[in-house]
């Protein structure tokens, strides 16, 4: 089983959520756990550092689309320095148009 | 006298105080003789008397200590032994078949309790049987439409067209129902291809893989452009729920020249394996699910052509995303090394090669479903060349 780490730095203006790992079947409850209970917290802003996200596959981005779609018009999700491979399942699916995608 | 003074003891003698002094010695002697006597006797009626009350309680003892073990006997047996035993009886009852049969909670604390938690569990374990005897007729029942929706999902392959060829098949990651599907459809003398993955794998996705593989076609039937008909798709499923997505390959291939119209909504790259190169028919929109202003997305349609000789692969993310026991991905540069070197097979062949090959690459687990689609065209034609151009 693959595995993630997510580490949290509550911020004034953001949530910072470092992704270690890789995201699938098996450990995107963990993420979309983490990431509900931020957004239930009131956070608006949520920036997930993903340089060391090595994989994410189609559960990972169902989660990544709930959560932007709870953040409201007036959040925003951010996905920092992404892989390339990471990047590019975002591109082709569509969802990057829907996220902030840092470099 | 003692100290040897004779002459005293001889004035003794002559006065007869010796034999005086005898006599009442001798006296003495009877007397304590007679003590003695006495109380030997008495000690030894005393003995008598001890030994008689000494095997008297001896006996005593004896018949207690054996109208006891009799008694502790009977008592164990009507106790401990016999509630045993009825305990062991109703088990056996219902070991045998007797599912109904009560067990008895009887006899000492302890053993009423084991009785009744024995009673429990064969309550429990008869609940819990009758639950898989449902489940299990429900799986019975079930079983016939898993199968009737894995035909849905993977049709037969009709014919095709001189010059055509086309094979495709879907490798489900658990069970038979997968969340891929696909679909070749006959269209007038053009072919549609259909290549649909859900997010997830499972009956519950299949069912979903269905009816937008039904929606599709439908569209596809009655003209429609392939971009417009994963747009109407998108509509007509509606709401779905938060995580659930799906991406779509739809193409409509005229036979006559080779000329394909497509729609990719955010699906991998289809590719066409070509003497001048790979061509990735990349996405013409995004996939369809619940983004925040989902009713602006539109899906246009690009084209392309395939020339005799080219083979069009379509897939899934899972054919990519195998991996083997080193965590490394099979990736698409493996799968079109595998197309370029399996262009003078037929489909069906290309399509094992890619899947077998897949698998043996594997770590032995599929982790999401896998579906590989060739489409080969095989006879000569001179048309023009006209590479993905974007259709507005």
């Known amino acids: 089983m693959a595995d993630l780490q997510l580490d949290l730095t509550a911020g004034d203006s953001a949530t910072l959520i470092a992704v270690r790992g890789e995201i699938d079947m098996a450990t995107a409850p963990q993420l979309r ?20 996200l090595a994989f ?15 953040l409201g018009e007036d959040g925003e999700l951010v996905l920092d320095s992404p892989q390339a491979h ?11 148009t829907h996220l902030s995608l840092l470099p | 006298m003692r100290n040897g003074d004779r002459n005293a003891a001889l004035l003794q003698i002559t006065a007869g105080a010796g034999s005086a002094q005898f006599d009442h010695l001798r006296a003495q002697l009877g007397a304590l003789d007679r003590r003695v006597t006495t109380v030997g006797v008495t000690a030894d009626e005393r003995a008598s008397s001890t030994r008689r009350e000494l095997t008297y309680l001896v006996v005593v003892f004896t018949v207690l200590l054996f109208m006891g073990t009799l008694g502790a006997g009977w008592l164990i047996r009507r106790w401990v032994t016999r509630p045993i035993d009825r305990l062991v009886a109703d088990v056996r009852r219902v070991r045998e078949g007797d599912r109904d049969a009560p067990i008895r909670a009887s ?13 429990d569990m064969r309550r429990l374990l008869d609940e819990h049987r009758i639950d898989a005897e449902r ?11 898993v199968l009737a929706l894995r035909s849905q999902l993977e049709p037969e392959v009709g014919e095709l067209p001189d010059g055509w060829e086309v094979a495709a098949q879907l490798r489900a990651a658990e069970g038979v129902a997968a969340g891929d599907c696909y679909d070749i459809v006959p269209l007038r ?9 859900i997010a997830g794998h499972g009956a519950t996705e299949g069912i979903l893989a269905l009816r937008c593989k039904e929606l599709l076609r439908a569209s596809l039937a009655a003209d429609v452009a392939p971009g417009e008909a994963v747009s109407a798709a998108a509509e007509q499923l509606g709401q779905m729920d938060p995580e659930v997505f799906l991406t779509a390959f739809v193409a409509v291939v005229n036979t006559e020249d080779g000329s394909i119209r497509y729609a990719n909504a955010g699906h991998p790259p289809a590719f066409i394996s070509s003497d001048d190169g790979d061509i990735e028919l990349e996405p013409t929109g995004p996939l369809v699910g619940p983004f925040l202003g989902s009713t602006e997305s539109r899906w246009r349609s690009d084209t392309a052509r395939m020339q005799p000789g080219d083979n069009l692969c379509a897939y899934t993310d899972g054919v990519i995303e195998i991996r083997n026991v080193d965590s490394e991905f099979f990736g698409v540069e493996r799968l079109r090394t595998l197309i370029r ?13 890619c899947l077998d090959e897949a698998q043996l690459f594997s770590d032995g687990r599929m982790r999401d479903d896998a579906t590989i689609v060739i489409l080969c065209r095989t006879a000569f ?12």
């Open chain 1, 33 to 52: 756990d983490l990431l509900n209970r931020v957004i239930d917290e009131g956070t608006l802003r949520v920036v997930l550092d993903c340089c060391e």
């Open chain 1, 56 to 70: 994410l596959d189609s559960s990972g981005i169902g989660v990544l689309v709930a959560a932007r779609n709870r």
């Open chain 1, 86 to 96: 990471v990047r590019k399942v975002l591109e082709i699916t569509g969802v990057a």
């Open chain 2, 107 to 119: 006899g000492p604390p302890e053993i009423a309790e084991l009785g009744a938690d024995i009673d």
């Open chain 2, 135 to 145: 489940a299990r007729e429900a799986i019975e029942q079930n079983a016939a439409v």
């Open chain 2, 189 to 197: 003398g053009d072919l549609g291809l259909i290549v649909v993955d």
């Open chain 2, 341 to 353: 070197g399996s262009r003078c097979d037929e489909a069906p062949a290309i399509v094992k090669r």
């Open chain 2, 381 to 392: 034609d001179a048309s023009p060349v006209v590479r993905s151009s974007s259709e507005e």
